[in-house]
């Protein structure tokens, strides 16, 4: 099946710095890529959609200055959380629809730890 | 508003015994799917449901959408403590997938 990686699997960083999550489709390309969190004990929460060649759309309640999505080309998305706080700390999962329908290929998720 | 409402939100039992977990909504949905996550791991699709009254069967694992097309079931029989992990359900709203709260399960030995 399709393959979806995110880099990287962890990362923690000191309050107030920026952090960039990486997204790739590996066999198939993907106009539209999408973006989750998870706190602990929760489930997925959709946070934005990233489109290549356009904006992407943020879901109510989600800051698009605070996170940053680049949809660079049709196998790669970018979430970077800028001026990160311990409220940010929680686990980013990434999907990519690939052959039709509703079929979603999930990235395997980073960790992100915010001192 | 949670589109999708999943219960129960955590269970624990002992292996070899029966379970069933269910998702249920308002809305009728062109199709749902069900997932499995481990910790640290994303979500891995176990099986998508398409026609009201469907039941598709994974080795021990049973899924049921319900008729309207508004809720689906899984049901594992004999569960074993592999099967241990968080249980989602999942339908396509708009255009992204929406997810349902989950269900923990706990098999122990």
Redesign the interface.
Known sequence: GAV?S?HPSWVICKSGTSVKIECRSLDFQAT?M?WYRQFP??????MA?SNEGSKA?YEQGVEKDKFLINHASLTLSTLTVTSAHPEDSS?Y?C?APSGG?????????T?LTVL | TQLLEQSPQFLSIQEGENLTVYCNSSSVF??L?W?RQEP??????LV?VVTGGEVKKLKRLTFQFGDARKDSSLHITAAQPGDTG?Y?CA??WG????????T?LLVTP
């Open positions: 979806v995110q539209t999408f004990k929760q489930s997925l929460m959709l959609t759309t686990f999962i999907s329908g509703d079929t979603q290929y999930f990235g395997p998720g960790r | 062109s199709s799917q997932y640290g791991e994303g979500p891995v699709l998508t968080l989602l339908a396509t255009y992204a997938l929406n997810f349902g709260k989950g923990s």
